[in-house]
């Protein structure tokens, strides 16, 4: 079964998108935990990080470079995160790899 993300990129549920090339889609999280929360999604379909092989490396390269230049477009530069959550016993949810960005406010030091 298609994940929310697929069908997303495949057209068939509306989002707010803020990028798209012919690899990555970035779109506006449904329910934001900071101000600006972005979520950064490769169109290949790898579940998570655990199944990244040498072949998506620079795929993961252009995720972080989009953050990056999001970050700068959405005016949070000067302090952003940029994670993703690996498996359910870490709070994932959808098991289509995607990145979140985060910023707008003060975040809470986690490591
Ligand atoms: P995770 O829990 O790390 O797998 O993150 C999944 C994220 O997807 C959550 O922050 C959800 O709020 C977000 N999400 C779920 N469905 C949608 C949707 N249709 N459009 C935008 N964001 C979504």
Redesign the pocket.
Known sequence: MKT??QK?IDGE?P??KVFENERVLA???????TPV?L?IIPKKHIASISEVTEEDIPLLGECLLIASQLAKQFHIEDGFRVL??NGTDA?????HL?F?LLGGRPLQHLV
């Open positions: 929310v993300f997303i549920l989002a707010e779109i506006k999280d449904i329910a934001p935990h929360h979520l993703t959550n709070g994932q949810t959808v098991f995607h979140h």
